[in-house]
């Protein structure tokens, strides 16, 4: 990585091979230390924040999250295959029950033994499969713009990625999703010129972008389709949780994730402390960090 964007992504990075045979990349902080905390005792603590970031973005999404975090929390955030710092093998099963198989073996692996989930877009359902799976394992929920149920419809800029001819000729030639959601998942500030590249910094081919166009190709919009069971499973584990401490924050100027989806989220976790920022956009971690970043600290840390 360059040493410019190592200001803003000051950690060490760790590696794990999932189940498929890939390696995911992973950071994992805890305590205080200056950059990369390489010396800490990571495994000195079985409870974690597990932030699981969505499509286009990586584990870049959640920086500022494990700086404020990770002076009292262990933050475990890894790049799905195929994203980020992670291996990006053009054979994969880039299916959604794949990322779930591969999330719980990480945890697995680590060994934690109490997870409180931060969830984005794809990560929700990541997250929520998870949990369906090991209700046992999950402590607070943190919900940012994101789904983990199906819908009946998408925006038809994301519907045209999805096509079998013109889909992966937009996604991965001319990088026509991860380049045009630097603009349009923001709505109260521009990012910067180096945030923008650290965005962009895994997806900067044809190959690298293999996993970009497969999560648009996989999501699910009807029963026949191979994810359709994985999503209903999520579906189903969100009843699990109605008595969890939940926390959703929500950027109002989403094209895709809109308020319906909020109130949606608001209705299957009815305990949780909602908040709907209206002038944030999709990546509202990033859009609204000054609002978005205290709360969470203040909620997984009560």
Request: net charge positive; proline share 7%.
């Amino acid at each position: 990585m360059p040493a410019e964007l190592r200001t803003l992504y000051p950690f060490s990075s760790h590696w794990f091979r999932t189940p498929g045979g890939a390696q995911m990349h992973y950071l994992d902080e805890y305590g205080q230390g200056g950059e990369g905390r390489e010396g800490m005792p990571h495994t000195a603590s079985a409870e974690a924040v597990l932030m699981l970031h969505g499509n286009p973005t990586w584990s870049f999404y959640y920086a500022q999250l494990v700086q404020a975090l990770s002076p009292a929390l262990r933050c475990i955030v890894p790049d799905h295959i195929g994203m980020g710092l992670s291996e990006k093998p053009e054979n994969y099963s880039y299916r959604l029950q794949t990322r779930i198989d591969d999330v719980a073996a990480l945890v697995a692996q680590l060994g934690l033994r109490r997870v409180h989930l931060v969830v984005h877009d794809w990560g929700g359902a990541i997250g929520f499969g998870l949990a369906a799976r090991h209700p046992e394992l999950i402590g607070r929920i943190v919900v940012l713009n994101t789904a983990a149920f199906p819908s009946p419809r998408i925006p038809a800029r994301i519907a045209l990625c999805k096509a079998p001819l013109f889909g992966p000729l937009i996604v991965r030639g001319l990088n026509g999703f991860a380049w045009p959601a630097l603009s349009m998942s923001m709505a109260r500030r521009r990012l910067s010129a180096l945030e923008k590249r650290a965005l962009l910094l895994p997806y900067d081919s044809w190959g690298s972008r293999v996993a970009v166009s497969g999560f648009v190709r996989d999501i699910p919009m009807r029963e026949s389709h191979p994810s359709w069971p994985a999503l209903k499973g999520a579906e189903q584990g969100i009843f699990r949780f109605k008595n969890h401490p939940a926390l959703i924050l929500w950027g109002g100027h989403d094209f895709c994730f809109n308020v319906a989806f909020y109130d949606e989220w608001k209705k299957r976790l009815p305990q949780a402390e909602a908040h709907f920022l209206a002038d944030a956009g999709h990546y509202v971690l990033l859009d609204a960090a000054e609002e978005i970043l205290p709360r969470i600290t203040r909620f997984l840390c009560a």
